[in-house]
């Protein structure tokens, strides 16, 4: 039996209107309150796609404010030093597309902005996102569409800045533990894993 729901029309007979608020929240640009949301971020997932529809989301972080903003139309992300798979980067050479949900630890809500990107190489745009550790080898930049803040219930629910609910890292091993196995299960190939304080090391070197 097919119980997937594959309309709009059987889609919304599941839930009630959204509230009027909720559809006028969306703006076209970044007002003094997202400015500002910005500016207090150290974090932000950026949501792409390639040509064909398969999706990613990536986290991005820095010292809050990394992301720059130009205008009321412009973002300025700046790419730090990763796993040089650059899926986001390709992503965007392929659709020019690109999300991106900011937060603020302690804050529940969010901040959604989407719109068109483009790949960054103007001196201009790097000088603007250098910091003492470094000038991005590129710039993200982002041409807003939409805009709106996310209410607080998903961070309710899970309590996310709760410390009280944190997990011992001891809980999982490390990563490249788990992609050692991974690897190993799936591919039938075997690679060098790293204990966490290995692996934490290594990370602060290229921060």
Known sequence: MNTSTTTLTALRALYGPARERSLKKEIPALDAHAVQFIGLS???????????????????GGEPGFVKVLDAQTLLLPDAPGNNRLDTLENIIASGRLGTLFMVPGFDETLRVNGSAVLSTEPADLALCADERRTP???????????????????????????????????????????????????????????????LARYQQSL
């Open 42 to 60: 150290p974090f932000v997932v950026l949501a792409s796609s390639d040509a064909h529809g398969h999706m990613d989301a990536s986290p991005r």
């Open 137 to 199: 080898a590129l710039v993200i930049r982002l041409t807003v569409e939409s805009v709106y803040l996310h209410c607080a219930k998903a961070f309710m629910r899970s309590k996310l800045w709760d410390a009280s609910r944190q997990t011992d890292r001891a809980q999982l091993p490390s990563m490249t533990e788990m992609m050692r196995d991974q690897i190993r299960a799936f591919k039938g190939e075997d690679i060098e894993a790293e204990t966490q304080a290995q692996m």
